[in-house]
């Protein structure tokens, strides 16, 4: 350590690596609204030239609502990101509103970027996440309580009661992404080979082949 502390040129570069190691950079402009027609892919979005910039690039009315939950599942996600908001890109929040019909479930999925948490609007809902340990977290939440499901867990949400209920989800990401897990492993493409799904799951090829029809895309 001493030798270290002879050098400050190398303290110097110690110094900014454990910065980067701990935070994500700061922003260095004001705003950096997405371009979604560039065909260039960076890590999240170019930059708008600032006098294409318009108000509507921060402007976004498709959670004030509830949306069809008329589906397999009975639920439905609007999701308020970057790809809906350019001006979200770069400031690492978004969000996203939830509809339940009665019954209705948010199947187990993750957000392989970004902590979720969520505000009942109304209505009941059932929640949970699963640990690395293997562990259920899971309570009964209903209209203005809060929930977080930790970044990169399982986690589902399900209402058991008789009427809707909705949530607003909040995100440290200006695009979380989302891995339905029964989707990714049953119906994924190229699919997931059989002898994989049967030797996990301890079921048959019968059985996979059932379930992949069940999830297969709607063509």
């Known amino acids: 350590m001493a030798a270290i502390t002879k050098s400050p040129f190398l303290l110097l570069i110690i110094t900014l690596a454990a ?10 402009q004001d705003i950096c609204v997405a371009d979604l027609n560039s065909t260039l ?7 708008k030239p600032p006098a294409a910039v318009t108000p509507d690039d921060f402007f976004f009315k498709g959670i004030a609502a509830p949306a069809a939950t008329n589906n397999t599942l009975g639920s439905i996600v609007t999701a308020a990101n970057v790809e809906k908001i350019p001006g979200l890109n770069t400031l690492g929040v978004s969000m996203s509103r939830i509809d339940f019909a ?12 970004a902590t979720e948490l969520v505000f009942v609007l109304y209505g009941t809902l059932d929640v949970g996440f699963i640990t690395t340990a ?15 499901f930790p970044r990169g ?18 995100f440290n990401s200006q ?6 897990v ?3 492993l ?4 190229p699919a997931v080979p059989d002898n994989v799904l049967t030797k996990a799951f301890q079921i048959g090829t019968k059985e996979v082949e059932k379930i992949k029809s069940r999830l297969a895309p709607k063509s």
């Open 19 to 28: 910065a980067t190691i701990a935070a994500d950079p700061d922003l260095l």
């Open 41 to 47: 892919k960076v890590n999240g979005f170019l930059c």
């Open 102 to 113: 009665p019954k209705g479930l948010n199947p187990p999925h993750t957000h392989p970027r």
């Open 134 to 148: 293997n562990k259920l977290v899971t309570k009964r939440i209903t209209q203005g309580e809060n929930f977080v």
């Open 153 to 170: 867990l399982v986690h589902f949400q399900k209402n058991n009661e008789d009427k809707p209920a909705a949530v607003i989800a909040a």
């Open 175 to 180: 695009l979380p992404g989302t891995q339905a």
């Open 182 to 184: 029964a989707a990714a």
């Open 186 to 189: 049953f119906a994924s493409s």
